[in-house]
């Protein structure tokens, strides 16, 4: 359910937004000055929340919604570990704000393995979407910090170029820092889920 | 809480965005806590205000020095730590007041109110300053501003350098190295009369960090529980940390939970790099490059407060000494305080910044006698069976064949007819499986093994897994004791009041101590539950494939298990396992075998220099390593790619700049670490032979993977260049004022 066109949510804030409430009472301290509904759709569903038009998409993300499967790294949209899809496109959560958001589809970690590309069992009960389980198998991640926005930059770039070149998965992940796996554990997993995804394509 | 998860399902949930780190983690009635730091490397506190800071509302606590316990404590033998600043600030950052607010933005307003007036003193900000007469004294109790001095000397060096044919050396020194964990430093901590303190403290050495903050606070150990969240990221940062002593007060003053995460900024700000260290080397060889003397000067800046310094300047001082057989070895080291944020671990610990020294000096001296680098090394390394100059007993040693396969893999012999600059350069690595020095009371690992009530098998460990693989490695080894598939283990640690005591994941410990201890505990269960069947079934039982067998009938471990709670009156089989190894504590005279096993390793890097700009790319890289037995190839492959990674940051961009005691990079745009792009494909090799002392013949690997690789990357630059460049990082710059024969800056 999409409420508002993808083209619209980069205009001011306020225009397209639905009903504005700004808010008063016991909850205006805790929201800030000037919130606003905003609505907008988290992994599949519509949601709605009241927030400033500022407030940072990945702190709507973790404290509004609890969906901390998004990092925060370091505030500056260097790190990538916030990184999350909106319309498609990975963008840093940390420098999205409240409005930018508004009518957008955003994709996080939590509503990966969901998708519709297919999934694949591992661990009894546990789903993961093909590129988590190329991840797995070629070890992709060790501490895990980095692996969700690591993971949905790979899913842009697979999204794109189902088999990317060598230069195309080097821009594809030059936003995302990983101190652990000296990345190619990451390229591995990329090329793993290529083949695999190329595979099991109508 | 704590690490509680079947092996497959954590590292499912790292893939989910399931696992909550330390941030993710909320209790009832929290409050945010934050810390008013010092503007200065060094002033008198002259007074600090914090009514105003008090009457805001939201605010739970406000703490000065004058509300906390004063006693000096610490996590090593050098008690000079504080819970907050009393009479003077030590460095830029250094903690003064500390507040917990009911919001973050009474938080900040708070912070904001505090009045802090200060009257500067003068601050003291190189070791070698720090050593000279009249130099600001840092700390009253240590007058000389040096908390350690290593003196150390085997054979005659002087004798030694007076028959060398050829001497090398110079003055070389390592930089500030942020440890880059992607995870900012957090705490979460909770108060309560009847339990005391708990401590939701990303640590990997849980069991270090209650002992101390029991010290600071004056309470027993029983009263401080630690639980481990995952860890996203250490490398060395998130041992014991003020952070934590300092939530922790602010919980027992609120009454609340308190919690309090950094962000990049005053995670930067606040960080406890790498030691710098100074070092002044020479070696001396005979004209067949057989090595006769080596001789060091270190000085290191171990910051305001001793956190793992010392540790690293003995290892700096002594490690590479059982990688090669120098004849005769002196150092001398000089550990000193200053007004930097405390210094203390990083991967590689002292060896890594040592060997790039000894490793550059070593291509010196092959360069000036006209010796391939690789022959030169050939002549002078460890082999297995050798006891080494400082008491190190190699019951493995696969060094030669790791060193003479790097070459080949690498086309070694091409280097003579490399492009012009293209460069390639070799270096070599050691290290331990555990260090008996790192704590003068005991060594070894407990472990606990319980057959569950669904038939698979519990393990309890005290160390930590920190993403290099521990559990899925300690799995493993439970599993091939026990005959039975890696999935049906469990494998737990992470909580101080619940689990055995551990040491902790430092020293490369985690396969060997650890791992020993799970293969013992595993092999008495399996000894114990033998017995009972036997018992229930039957002489001829027979545990295969997971089941119990006997006589044609086959009976699930989960029927095993209710059978045993039925006859022992609902308890559970369980066994615990101590691993004690029979290692020495290297005292003052830093003698006798510390390590049970020793990992080794050859490196090769290939580099690119841009001589318009002087950067450097390594376009190739090549790691050997002698790990013993591989238990757990993908994860030590990711071990030594990721160590790779870090030394080639390390050595080409990465550097903590600090001006008048104060960072001036705070942020991961102005402090540079690899990206993807940044870090060749490197390919790994291992050559497998058991260690008679390691869990399955299994050795370390975590930090040898990165202990040649600065020396590594150096090597090479200074071949594509003809220039040896002797100051860490290697960057743009100072790579270009070296092709062009400026002096290099420092």
């Known amino acids: 359910m999409r409420e508002v066109a993808g083209s619209e949510r980069r205009s001011p804030a306020g225009d397209g937004q639905g009903p504005k409430a700004n808010a008063t009472g016991p909850w205006a301290e805790h929201l800030g000055p000037g919130a606003t509904v905003i609505r907008f759709e988290i992994n599949g569903a519509p949601q709605s929340v009241c927030a400033p038009p500022t407030r940072r998409l990945v702190d709507i993300l973790r404290e509004d919604l609890d969906l901390t499967g998004t990092k925060v790294g370091c505030d500056i949209g260097r790190c990538g570990a916030c990184t999350v899809l909106m319309d498609g496109q990975p963008v840093n959560a940390c420098l999205v704000m409240a409005y930018q958001a508004a009518g957008a589809s955003v994709l996080t970690i939590e509503g990966l393995a969901s998708a519709r590309e297919g999934t694949e069992a591992v661990a009894g009960s546990l789903w993961l979407h093909p590129i988590q389980r190329a991840f797995l198998d070629a070890g992709g991640f060790q501490c895990g910090y980095c692996t969700p926005g690591m993971i949905l930059a790979s899913k842009a770039l697979l999204d794109e170029h189902p088999q990317p070149t060598e230069e195309q998965v080097r821009e594809a992940l030059a936003g995302n820092l990983c101190r652990c796996t000296g990345y190619a554990g990451v390229w591995r997993a990329i090329e793993l889920a290529a083949a695999w995804m190329g595979r099991s394509a109508p | 809480m704590g690490n509680e998860v079947t092996v497959r399902s954590d590292v499912a949930s790292k893939l989910r965005g399931e696992t909550r780190y330390v941030a993710d983690i909320h209790l009832p009635g929290e409050l945010y806590g934050g810390v008013v730091r010092s503007p200065h490397a060094h002033a008198r506190i002259v007074k600090v205000d914090v009514e105003k800071a008090r009457a805001i509302p939201g605010v739970q606590a406000v703490l000065t020095a004058d509300d906390v316990p004063g006693g000096a404590y610490g996590p090593t033998q050098f008690k000079d730590w504080n819970i907050l600043a009393k009479d003077r600030v030590l460095f830029v950052g250094d903690e003064v007041v500390a507040v917990a607010a009911t919001s973050e933005a009474a938080l900040r307003a708070a912070l904001a109110a505090v009045e802090v007036t200060y009257e500067l003193l003068p601050a003291v900000l190189q070791p070698e300053e720090a050593l000279a007469p009249g130099a600001p004294v840092v700390h009253d109790e240590q007058p000389d501003n040096r908390p350690m001095h290593v003196q150390l000397e085997r054979g005659d060096v002087d004798a030694a350098f007076a028959k060398a044919h050829i001497i090398r050396g110079g003055r070389y020194t390592t930089n500030r190295i942020y440890q880059g964990h992607l995870e900012p430093i957090g705490v979460l901590a909770n108060w309560s009369e009847e339990e005391g303190l708990t401590i939701w403290a990303p640590s990997h050495i849980p069991y270090r960090a209650r002992e101390t903050y029991a010290a600071a606070f004056g309470l027993p150990e029983d009263k401080v529980r630690i639980v481990v969240p995952p860890i996203g990221g250490s490398f060395g940062a998130k041992y014991v940390l003020k952070a934590h002593v300092i939530a922790a007060a602010l919980a027992m003053a609120a009454k609340q939970p308190v919690r309090m995460v950094f962000d990049r900024y005053e995670d930067m700000l606040t960080a406890h790099p790498r030691v710098p260290l100074t070092i002044d080397i020479r070696i001396a060889a005979d004209a067949e490059g057989r090595f006769l003397g080596k001789d060091v000067v270190v ?206 994941t430092l020293a490369s410990r985690s396969t060997v101590m650890g791992g020993n201890a799970v293969k013992l505990a595993a092999e008495q269960l399996r000894q114990q539950l033998t017995v009972f069947a036997q018992g229930e079934y039957g002489a001829d039982v027979e545990l295969i494939g997971g089941v119990v067998q006997s006589g044609g009938a086959a009976h699930s471990l989960a029927e095993v298990a209710a059978r045993y709670r039925s006859r022992y009156a609902g308890d559970t089989l369980e066994v615990r396992a101590s691993y004690r190894p029979e290692t020495d504590f290297p005292g003052k005279d830093f003698y006798g075998n510390p390590s049970p096993a020793y990992p080794f390793a050859a490196h090769v890097a290939e580099v690119e220099v841009d001589p318009e700009t002087g950067r450097v790319r390594v376009v190739g890289y090549w790691a050997v390593h002698d790990a013993g037995v591989v238990l757990n190839r993908t994860a030590a492959i990711g071990q030594v790619v990721g160590g790779v990674a870090q030394g080639i940051g390390w050595a080409t961009m990465e550097d903590l700049v600090v001006a008048e005691g104060q960072v001036k990079n705070l942020s991961l745009l102005d402090y540079r670490m690899p990206g993807a792009s940044d870090i060749p494909p490197v390919s790994v090799s291992f050559v497998e032979v058991p260690d008679p002392h390691g869990p399955f013949g299994a050795k370390s690997v975590g930090e040898v993977a990165i202990d040649p690789a600065p020396a590594a990357v150096a090597n090479a630059i200074a071949n594509a260049i003809g220039a040896r460049g002797r100051h860490l990082p290697l960057s743009p710059e100072r790579v270009w004022r070296l092709l062009h024969a400026e002096e290099e800056q420092r």
Request: net charge negative.
């Open chain 2, 299 to 504: 000085w290191g800046d171990a910051g305001a407060r001793v956190y793992w310094s010392p540790n690293v300047m003995a290892t700096a001082c002594t490690r590479p000494d059982s990688l090669y057989h120098f004849g005769a070895v002196r150092a001398e080291g000089h550990l000193c305080y200053t007004n930097h944020s405390p210094t203390t671990c990083m991967r590689g610990f002292g060896n890594a910044e040592m060997l790039f020294a000894v490793e550059s000096v070593i291509d010196e001296i092959a360069d000036g006698l006209g010796i391939d680098p690789v022959e030169i090394r050939l002549r002078n390394i460890v082999r297995r069976g050798e006891v080494t100059i400082h008491g190190y007993q190699l019951d493995s040693c696969e060094l030669e064949a790791c060193l003479r396969q790097a070459a080949e893999l690498s086309g070694w012999a091409r280097r003579q007819a490399l492009p012009p600059n293209r460069g390639l350069g070799v270096a070599l690595g050691n290290h331990v499986s555990g260090y008996r020095g790192i704590d003068s009371r005991f060594e070894g690992s407990t472990a606990v093994a319980r057959l569950r009530d669904d038939g698979r098998v519990e393990i309890e460990t005290g160390e930590i897994d920190l993403g290099q693989g521990m559990s899925a490695t300690y799995a493993a080894i439970a599993a091939r004791v026990l005959e039975i598939s890696v999935d049906s283990v469990i494998v737990k640690s992470g909580d101080t009041a619940r689990y055995p005591f551990g040491i902790g």
